[in-house]
């Protein structure tokens, strides 16, 4: 089962992962809302849309960043809709 693991805490683990461009994405219902917090970043994919990010916090320590979005993606990737990727030292395993 995909796990997300940052600083030594499981942050999401869900057998329902969309993979798209090599990056697992998290059911959000799936993943441990209360280590996120909002970020005011935001970056344009030209086919998926606008992603929005949260900073992950884990044990007093902050990954700004590591968690990002797709809050009204485009229709070719609509399947990613509600889900959540990860990186910056985010490990993902199968």
């Known amino acids: 089962m995909p796990r997300a693991t940052w600083n030594g805490t499981v942050v999401a683990e869900s057998d329902d992962t969309v ?3 090599r990056n ?6 799936s993943v441990r809302t209360e280590l996120l917090r909002d970020s005011d970043t935001h970056t ?7 992603a929005s990010y949260y900073t992950l916090d ?4 902050s990954n700004p960043d590591a968690v990002w ?11 990613i809709a509600g ?7 985010v490990r993902v395993s199968d």
């Not at 889900?83 to 030292?89: E, L, S, Y």
């Open 83 to 89: 889900r959540v990727a990860f990186w910056r030292g």
């Open 24 to 29: 697992h994405y998290f059911p959000l219902d």
């Open 58 to 61: 884990v044990d007093g320590r």
């Open 69 to 79: 979005y797709y809050p009204t993606p485009k229709r070719a990737a609509k399947k």
């Open 44 to 50: 344009v994919c030209p086919w998926k849309g606008t």
């Open 19 to 21: 993979v798209v461009e």
